[in-house]
């Protein structure tokens, strides 16, 4: 979580425009349209590709492109593009846009569900290696520039600090009360889950275009 004091002076990270940087201005924002391109051109020819792997009939290179054309847009200033870059960077993609390349494809609901989730995966992935990336490198050279160390984004507030030793306090001390082994046993419980919990985001490469499996009817 930012500091506020921190970075209040900083506005957009990517522009340097002294504007709150709200999604939607972070997903339009100037800076980031030639990086939008780059997303854009990848992100078309691996669309083809999966397009091609998914059909269950015979396509000619029009036909690929005409549903491409329809599923993403020409341009990173289409309608289309825009409501799909919207969409897909909160990992959902529309209805209408799923309906249309399951009838165009001939694609049972399995088949279909798996190509939602293969292209949104392509999607994410170039999202954060593209876009994302670049906004964290313009911000990560704004913190340089006004010489805000590491320390100071992880060191937390002096009242702060006293509040949660408090709490700590209490909480031994009710520990220490007899009828609290059930709270203890449950709180090892707990850590022993969390411990094993693995975020998705920490592995390398996470995108790997899922199988596509056939029809069998």
């Excluded at 979580?1 to 972070?26: H, T």
Aim: glycine content about 2%.
């Amino acid at each position: 979580m930012r500091k506020l004091k921190l970075y209040e002076d900083l506005g957009c990270a990517s522009c340097n425009v002294q504007i709150n940087e709200s999604w939607n201005y972070f997903l339009d924002c100037p800076a980031l349209q030639e990086s939008w391109k780059v997303l854009f051109h990848t992100f078309w020819q691996e669309v083809q590709s999966l397009i091609l792997k998914s059909a269950k009939k015979d396509l000619s290179r029009s036909q690929v492109v005409s549903l491409t054309l329809a599923l993403i847009g020409k341009l990173i200033d289409d309608l289309t593009f825009r409501t799909l870059k919207q969409w897909a960077c909160e990992g959902k993609i529309l209805f209408a846009h799923s309906k249309f390349i399951q009838k165009s494809l001939l694609l049972s609901d399995t088949v279909s569900n798996t190509f939602d989730a293969t292209l949104l995966l392509h999607f994410i992935h170039l999202f954060k290696a593209i876009i994302w990336k670049s906004r964290c490198d313009k911000q990560i050279k704004w913190e340089v520039e006004h010489q805000i160390s590491h320390k100071q984004k992880c060191s937390q507030d002096q009242d702060k600090v006293n509040e949660e030793a408090v709490m700590h306090l209490d909480v031994i001390i009710e520990g220490q009360r007899p009828g609290n082994n059930d709270q203890d046993e449950n709180e090892f419980s707990g850590n022993s889950i969390d411990s094993q919990t693995q975020v998705l985001d920490d592995i390398d490469s996470p995108v790997r275009p899922l199988p596509i499996r056939s029809d069998s009817r």
